[in-house]
C-alpha cells in the first residue's frame, strides 16, 4: 500500500458563488430572431405543439422542416415501425466503464437515426438508480451520478458531433414508475444538487444536449412544490438561466396538464399533438390575454436552433463564413457525419463488443471460465434455462425496438466449440407468467368458416359499426375509428394435441371474455390514457381457461383512447399446449446437466417484471428458475450461471454455484458475445454500476411506492452503494450485499503498485486533480483492469456519504504486464452545494482519495489537505 500526499502549491482563492455556467449557448441569433418576427401568434402557438406522435409543426414558407423524434436508450426505433439496432440496455453500457465505447455508442446512434430519418433521439435516461425496484432501472445508467455522467457526456457529445440531437432525460428525479404522473419527489437542495441535477449539470456545460425531457413527476424542493412541467425555479432559474441551457425543454409525452403555468414554468414544447393542454388551449389562452405572446418568443426561438442544429431549417448564411457559431452547426454536422460513416465498423460488430465487455463476472471460484478449448476434443455442453431458449434482449415499455436481427447463445455456441460438440437446449423452468401467443392459424372465423378472427366494431349503443375477418394478429388493434366503443373478438381455436389446454386473453379497460360460453374474465373499470403511461396496456395478466377440443372464445373488449397514441384495443390472445409439467421439464434439465462436460444457466427477468410503467414488489427471480439453479447446480459442480436482467435480482444461490456471470439485457448479440465470452474471445472486464442486494431486508431503499402521493428521498446524497457504505462503517453488524458497487473480477489478476496524485491540470477541463495509478497484471492473460478512485471527506465538514466515486479509467495490460492509468477526478468530487449561499464551495481540511477494484475492495490512499478558503481547481471546470 502506498500513501502520498502532493501538497497543492498554488490553489486559488475563490468566495462561494454559483457560477453562470458557460455553454455554447450564444446570443439569440439575429437570423433566427428575425425569423420570430415574421410569425404570426398563430404561428408561434402551431410550431409549441407537437404535430403529431413524433414530429414538430412544419412552416414550408420559413422552409423550416418537421424535427423527427424517436425512442430510445436502446436503440432507434424510427416513427415508421422499421427494424433498429438493439444496443444492450444503458446498465450494460455503463458496467463496461468505457467512454471510448460510449463515444462509439454515439456515433451508432447517430447513424442509425440518419438510417430512419431522426433528428432528435429521446435518450440517454439519466435519472439515477434510487432503488433497485425502480421499472425503468434498466434504462438508467448507475446508481452513481458521476459515472452516469461521464457516460452520458461521451454518447451524447459523439452523436451531436455528427449531427443528430439527443434529448437527455427525465428532468429530473424521475426514479419511480409507481403513479408515475402524480407523485411528488421531495428533495432537500443538496440532494438535488450533488446527486440528482449533476448528470444534467455535466452534461449542459460539457455537451449542450439539443433537448432536454420535463419529467411526468412533481418535485418539492427549496420550498416550492410543483409538476416538473411547471417549475419555475428548476426550469427556468437554473436550467436555462444559472446554467445558460440554449436547447428545447420537451415535454414527456402526455405530461403537459395545463397551459399558463405550463407557459410559466419554462416548458417549451408540448409532445405529441396536435391535441393536448396546449394544442386545446394555447391559442385561446393567448387571444384571451391569459398567455402573451411574447411568452412564446423564447420558445420558439429554441424550437428554431434546435431545427437549424438538425438541419431542418436553413438559413440564407448556411455554408458561408468562418465556421462559427449556430448558423453553421447544420452545415458542420453533416461533414462530421461523412467522415465518420466511413471510419465507422458495422453495428453488429461495435454491439456485439458492447455486450460482450459489460458481463461483470461475480465469481469464478473453479476457473470455467473462459472454457479451456482443445479443437481436438469436442464438449458437451448443456444449456438450460429459459433465457436460453428465449433470451430477454430488451426490457419492456417505450426503449424498445424492433431489431434488425437477433442472436441466440445455442447457435453461437454450437459454431464457436470444437467440431462434434454437444450443445444440448432446454428451458428446464418458466420464468413468464403468461402462456405464449395464440397461433392465430388455429383460428376459424365462427361467421365466414376462414382461418382467423371474427373482429366487430360496436358502437357505444352495442350496435355494430363495421366487421370482417382478421387474418393476422399481433395482440393489438391499432387505428381503430373513433366513434367504436368497444371491439368483439370471435373465433373457433383448434386444440387438436390431447391433454390440457390454457387459453386466454389479456386486456385493459372494460371486457368480457367467454370460453366455451363459460365467462372466464370481466371487468367494469373504463381506462383511458393513464393506461399508456401506466404501461399495463404491454403487459396485460392474461385470463387463462383450460380447455380441449375446439373451443370457441368471444370477448368483447373496450376501445381506448389517448392523445397521440389515437384508439386502440389491447387483446393479447395467449395458448399454452399440453405438454410436460414443471416437475418433468426440471427433472429434464437435471438429467442434461449431469450428462454435460459443463452446463451453462441462462436466468433472468422478462418484460412482464422490468418495464417502464411499473414497479417490482420484489427482487426474486420470476418462476421457478431459482429452483433450476440449485437442481442443476448440485447435478454437477461444472456450472456457470448468466444472469440475464438489467437491474438487481437476488441470487439465493450465489454460494452454492461456482461461476455466477452477469449477462444483462444484451441486445440484438446476446448469442455472439456470449459465445465470445465463453471461448474466450472477449475478456467479461464489466464492472456493476450499481450494487447487488443479498437479500430483500438489507436494501436500503426497498419500495418506490409514493406515500399520500409523496416519494421522499430520506436517505438524501447516501444513493446505492453509499448507504451500504454507511453501514459497513457501522460495525461487523451491518448488512453487506452480494456484490459490492464497481465489482467485477474479469478473467485475470490485479495488483496495485502505486497512486500519485497531482492537480491543477486546468487545460483539462473537468478534471482538476488526477491520480495516475500503476497497476499490474498478474495474470496470465491480457485483460481490462476498471481502476476506480473514491473520495472520502475531511472530519468535522459538512455531512457527506462516508465515500463516493470521483474518477474512472480503463487500463489495458499485456500478461504480466503494468501500466499507469490517469484517473481524472473533477475539482466537483469534492465540493458541496451550499443553499445559503446558493453555490458551490470545497470544505477545508484532508481528503483521502482511495483507488481500488470496487467500494469495497480499496487498495491505496492519497491525501490532499484544502486550506480554508482555498478552491482546488478553481478557473478549471
Ligand atoms: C417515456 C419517455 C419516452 C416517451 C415517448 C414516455 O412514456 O417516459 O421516456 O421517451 O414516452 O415514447
Redesign the pocket.
Known sequence: MSSQAITPQAITPRAIAAEAITTQATAPEPELLRLLDELSAEEKVSLVVGASMWATTALPRLGLEPVVMS??PVGVRGPDGGTSAMFPAPSALAATWDLDLARRSGALFAAEAKRHGVDVV?APQVNLQRTPVGGRHFECYSEDPHLTAEIAVALVGAAQERGVGMCV??YVANDSETERTRYLARLDERTLREAYLAPFERLVRDVVPWSV?GAYNGAETGGVAARLLEHRPLVVDLLKEEWGYDGLFVS??VATQSVAPAVRGGLDLQMPGPDGAWGDGLLDAVRSGEVAESELDDKVLRLLRLAHRTGRLTLPDDGAGDGTGVAAAGVHAAIDLAAATIAEPPAEQLLRELAARSVVVLKDDAGLVPFTLDRARPLRVALLGPAAVEPFFQGGG?SFVHPDRLTYPADELRAALPQGSEVTLLAGARALRNPPELDVDRCTDPATGETGLRVTLLAADGSTLEEYTAHEWTGWLHDVRPDADAVRLRAHVRLDEPGDHELGVGTVGVHRVHVDGARVAAGGLRVDEDIV?SSGHNHPIAEVATAAGTAVLDATLQVVHAVGYGHFVRAALVHRLPGPSVQDELAGAVAAAAAADVVVVLVGTTAEVES?GYDRPDLDLPGNQDELVRRVAAANPRTVVVVNAGAPVLLPWLSDVPTVLWGWLPGQEAGTALADVLTGVTEPSGRLPWTLPACFEDVPVPHARPVDGVVDYAEGTDIGYRAWERRREGGPEGAVPAAPFGHGLGWTTWEYEDAVLAWGEAHDAPASLTVYVTVRNTGRRAGREVVQVYVEAPAGGPSRPVRWLGGFAVADVPAMGSATVRVPVPARALQVWDPQAKGWATPPGTYRLRTGRSVADLRLTNELTVRPGEEPGAGAR
Open positions: 425512442d430510445g429521446l432525460k427525465h425531457m414527456d409525452w417505450s403511461l417502464e
